[in-house]
């Protein structure tokens, strides 16, 4: 009986360090570090300049809308108005994180659109991957959050259909049972890039806008030079990050954290309740 009663012990202690470090410690799970943010454009496709950087369509700003942070965890209904058309790479299937991409100040030289009857008119999907089969792209983003880390932009279809979606990778990193973050900075210093046998410089860009959406259930830990907006199942965050600058995203999911809290209580106490019973064993030996 002696033996059963040490053997449970035992197990009761290992369980209470497990529970500890498994919920209120970060050993499981990976930091956040701060990671860059590039554009750049092509050389050859840039040939004809407007500017003295030497590429051929100035951009003010490149928009990215995080519409799923968390890998297809909620539906079309927490959006809050409906953005733009399908991706003109791939449909959105919900295996990754849905990121959409606007870009300013483009101009329009080729129409995708195709007139069906009167005032009606259908976006000629062949045409366009005909198009990005036989055309370097214009620019590319290097991010974290895109698969492979660069994502090629074909300024004329991004033009045609501005609202365009892709798959992405995870724009935030679990750092702990129940915390997730992302740090990055837009990185404009003067360097360049290859894609595919192709040069690319630094492109000029005058600030990034990114647009967050949080669903209700967390919480946002670090409100510092965030623009918050409350919509139907959550929240709409905003932050411009210009050259050089930084984007620290903290959030904590509320049940997870109770539970967290409810852990990092029980287990000690678990464990030195157990942990008592053997030294006082002990001593009466």
Known sequence: MTVTIYI????????????????STSLDYTKASLEPISLYYSVSRNNKTSNSSGQKYPIKCVEFTIVDLFKGAYDDKF????????????????????????????KKEINFWDKIGNNEEKYNFARVEKYIHDTIPDLLISAPFVQHNILPIWTQVSQSQPGMAIDAAPFLRQTSFSTWECKYFFDTKFSGTRYKDESYLTVDVEYLLFEVLI?????????????????????LLRKKLEHGSSFH????????????????FTSPALFGTVFGM????????
């Not at 053997?278 to 030996?285: D, E, Q, S």
């Open 215 to 235: 669903p209700d259930r967390f919480k946002i830990v670090n409100f510092e030079n965030l623009q918050l907006e409350k919509i139907s199942g959550g929240y």
């Open 278 to 285: 053997f030294i006082n064993k002990w001593l009466r030996l």
């Open 8 to 23: 449970i012990a035992i197990s009761l202690c290992v369980l209470a360090i497990s529970l500890y470090l498994r919920f």
């Open 249 to 264: 995203l903290i959030l904590q999911h509320q049940t997870r954290e109770t539970i967290k809290t409810i852990i990092g």
């Open 79 to 106: 959006l809050k108005d409906e953005r733009g058309h399908l991706s003109i790479y791939k449909s959105y299937q919900g295996k990754y994180n849905e990121i959409r991409i606007k870009f300013s100040d483009f």
